[in-house]
């Protein structure tokens, strides 16, 4: 069932879980994450990022493939299909014109007022098709505070002020995760990112959780976050499982046993993210 991440989110929050948001960058990704969250009975948010979108085709091939899985596999579980980074509000509204049922505005390279301006704008129309927004506020990527006088990580007071005047659903706070392979130990703003969970009170995101350890991802869940977003990790398995397949066996050319050959071991890892939530068994 295609739904907006209001109602699961709101429930993880109050319940202390988080739900897995995964990122899909074709087909088979879409189907293999749509049939282990199935089987586990967890709500799961279908991330897509602005070149994955362009790379399956756009907008509403995307919808059109995501509501045909969900039909054709059928899918019983909330699933929400969501626009990860959105660059500009023609973006997030092209995605919400599709039926995406949630956006990302990442205007997080702007100054505050221009960033809630920006969010503001998207959350005016998205409220209007009942869509829910993330926004992102610091810069995920930073391992300082301040990079030649540019604020990273989010501050709390300016954190306060784009969720009050925007009227965002949850919050994508920059506490010093980052997308992709971590260099060196990550280094989490604890502290600052309960304060931001008790000053906003809505549900937050961490951004980059691939790659971190298993107590950063509980304390993580135990200081306000309710979504974790998931892709380098699955690439990785997914890659290295379909390269030792290709080199055992050099005379396969048929794409479907090949794309299937990392099904087993993106499954596993899918597995691996929803017991590290706690999110099974929460529909
Ligand atoms: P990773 O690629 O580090 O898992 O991050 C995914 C993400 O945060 C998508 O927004």
Known sequence: MLVNAKEILTKAMKN??????????????????LEECEKNKAPVILGV???ASRYMGGFNTVYNMVTGLLKDLNITIPVVLHLDHGSDFETCKKAIDAGFTSVMIDASKYDLKTNIEITKKVTDYAKKHNVTVEAEIGQIGGEE???EGKILFAKTEDSVK?????NIDFLAPALG??????????????????EIKNKTNIPLVLHGASGLSEKDIKRALSCGISKININTDLQIAWSKQVREFLSNNEDVYDPRKIIKAGEEAFKKTIVEKLILTNSINKI
């Not at 202390?16 to 879409?30: D, H, K, P, R, S």
């Not at 784009?162 to 925007?166: A, S």
Request: hydrophobic fraction near 35%.
């Open 16 to 33: 202390g879980y988080a739900v897995c948001q995964f990122n899909i960058n074709n087909l088979e990704w879409t189907k293999f994450i």
């Open 145 to 147: 505070d301040t990079v």
């Open 162 to 166: 784009l969720v009050n005047e925007t």
């Open 177 to 194: 995760s980052v997308h992709g392979l971590y260099k060196g130990k990550p280094n989490l703003q604890f502290d600052r990112m309960l």
């Open 49 to 51: 990022s602005c070149g």
